[in-house]
């Protein structure tokens, strides 16, 4: 089944901890991006990546970190310099140069 | 950087009516312009785009138009029923530049009474 995986779904991290999220696909798309939502915020991007080991940063990048060493894996962390983490994430990817974007089911983090 | 806007932020319709939602960009080298639905609790999923080649784009219902002048672009949706009722992101994009990435709007809660 192809697609494109986020994991956990629901996340609560302590206040001052790193924390992890997981994206995978299965799409061969050589494009991959992390979106913040919040309400009334629409999709702002965090960070994206359009070939293995190279990354940029999105519009609010601060506080969060990405990695891309596999085609099919982009995870993302947030850290402790993250003032506001509570949030819904998505993750997409695409092929590159105009193509349809498949988003993730989202992994709601919330600060404890 | 390419910035986004979108009108309205909320809209609500009866059955049957159309529905109409606006975005501008500001990057006039932007050339892919997709449309996203966000049902509650769900991912959004593309329900149509449109290149800077062409005016208008229709699938059954819905469609959009752009004008690459002005730098907008609408969604116009017809006899409207209840299960449109979503967010409706819109999106831009460079398709032939080095840093492809995809600037959303904020979205539009529409919401369609029967």
């Known amino acids: 089944d192809g697609g494109i995986t986020q994991s956990p779904k629901y996340l609560f991290r302590k206040e001052g901890q790193n924390v992890t999220l997981s994206c995978e696909q299965n799409?061969?798309?050589?494009?991959m991006y992390w979106y913040r939502q919040d309400p009334g915020q629409g999709l702002r991007l965090i960070y994206y990546?359009?070939?293995?080991?190279?990354?940029q940063k999105g519009d609010i990048a601060e506080g969060y970190s990405v990695s891309r060493e596999k085609k099919e894996s982009f995870p993302l962390t947030v850290t402790s310099a993250q003032k506001n983490p509570t949030a819904f994430y998505l993750c997409?990817?695409?092929?590159?140069?105009?193509?349809?974007?498949?988003f993730g089911q989202g992994t709601r983090l919330t600060v404890v | 950087g390419e910035n986004v806007e979108q009108h309205p932020s909320t809209l609500s319709v009866q059955e049957g009516d159309s529905a109409v939602i606006k975005c501008t960009y500001s990057?006039?080298?932007?050339?892919?312009f997709p449309w996203y639905k966000q049902e509650l609790g769900k991912r959004p999923q593309l329900i149509i785009d449109?290149?800077?080649?062409?005016g208008e784009k229709k699938d059954q219902r819905i469609a959009v138009t752009l004008n690459k002048t002005a730098k907008h672009f609408s969604l116009h949706i017809t006899e409207t029923q209840p299960e449109d009722s979503a967010v409706y992101f819109c999106?831009?994009?460079?398709?032939?530049?080095?840093?492809?990435?995809?600037?959303f709007g904020k979205g539009t809660l529409l919401t369609v009474n029967p």
């Open positions: 990546s359009q070939i293995v080991n190279d990354f």
């Open positions: 997409a990817s695409s092929g590159l140069g105009g193509a349809e974007a498949f």
């Open positions: 990057d006039s080298a932007s050339n892919y």
């Open positions: 799409l061969n798309h050589d494009a």
């Open positions: 999106a831009a994009s460079n398709s032939g530049g080095s840093n492809y990435k995809l600037t």
């Open positions: 449109i290149r800077s080649n062409v």
